[in-house]
T-cell receptor
Framework: GAVVSQHPSWVICKSGTSVKIECRSL??????MFWYRQFPKQSLMLMAT?????????EQGVEKDKFLINHASLTLSTLTVTSAHPEDSSFYIC????????????????FGDGTRLSIL | QKEVEQDPGPLSVPEGAIVSLNCTYS??????FMWYRQYSRKGPELLMY????GNKEDGRFTAQVDKSSKYISLFIRDSQPSDSATYLC???????????FGAGTQVVVTP
């Protein structure tokens, strides 16, 4: 089945550093990728939608200059948390929508396993 | 008021019992309804995906959608300890757009 890989799975870094998270669709092309954030015991909150070759669309309240999204190819999207602070510590999950309509008719989004970000 | 309401639980049931989960929503434009299972520190895994109202069955899982009441349900028959996880409902206006998630219900199936 379709697989979405996220890397790294866990990262710990000092306050003020920037962290890049990768989201790859391994066996399908994804025209759209979604980035979510999930705090402990809370639901997934959509941060932004990225389409290959164009600028990401951010949800209300999400700082686009802080959470930089690049979707340079049909199989890769990256989320960079710039100048991260402890309040940015969370579980970040990406999902990918297959380009092939027949593929997503049964499953509209394939999720990665998430990246646990801890800012000290 | 949240667009999707889901009781966070925890919901504890003995092995073999039926697990009953539900969500309510306020946006009448939602047409696509999903249930995901999420283990701790993992991404969501799709269990059921339905369009509009009706029932859908897949193995031990049954999903129901009642659009008139804006209410969806997931039933898990013959529950197993391996079913212990957080179950998230999600819904969207179209099959390719963004999804709105419930808070998730933690389910514990005890041997």
């Amino acid at each position: 089945g379709a697989v979405v890989s996220q890397h790294p799975s866990w990262v710990i870094c000092k306050s003020g550093t920037s962290v890049k998270i990768e989201c790859r669709s391994l066996d399908f092309q994804a025209t759209t990728m979604f980035w979510y954030r999930q705090f402990p015991k809370q639901s997934l909150m959509l941060m932004a939608t990225s389409n290959e070759g164009s600028k990401a669309t951010y949800e209300q309240g999400v700082e686009k200059d802080k959470f930089l999204i690049n979707h340079a190819s049909l199989t890769l999207s990256t989320l960079t948390v710039t100048s991260a602070h402890p309040e940015d510590s969370s579980f970040y999950i990406c999902s990918a929508r297959p380009r092939d309509r027949a593929e997503y008719s049964n499953q509209p989004q394939h999720f990665g396993d998430g990246t646990r970000l801890s800012i000290l | 008021q949240k667009e999707v309401e889901q009781d966070p639980g925890p919901l504890s049931v003995p092995e073999g019992a039926i697990v009953s989960l539900n969500c309510t929503y306020s946006n009448s434009a939602f047409q696509y309804f999903m249930w995901y299972r999420q283990y701790s520190r993992k991404g969501p895994e799709l269990l059921m995906y339905t369009y509009s109202s009706g029932n859908k069955e897949d193995g031990r899982f049954t999903a129901q959608v009642d659009k008139s009441s804006k209410y969806i349900s997931l039933f898990i028959r013959d529950s197993q300890p391996s079913d212990s996880a957080t179950y998230l409902c999600a819904m969207g206006e179209d099959s390719w757009g963004k999804l709105q998630f419930g808070a998730g219900t933690q389910v514990v199936v005890t041997p």
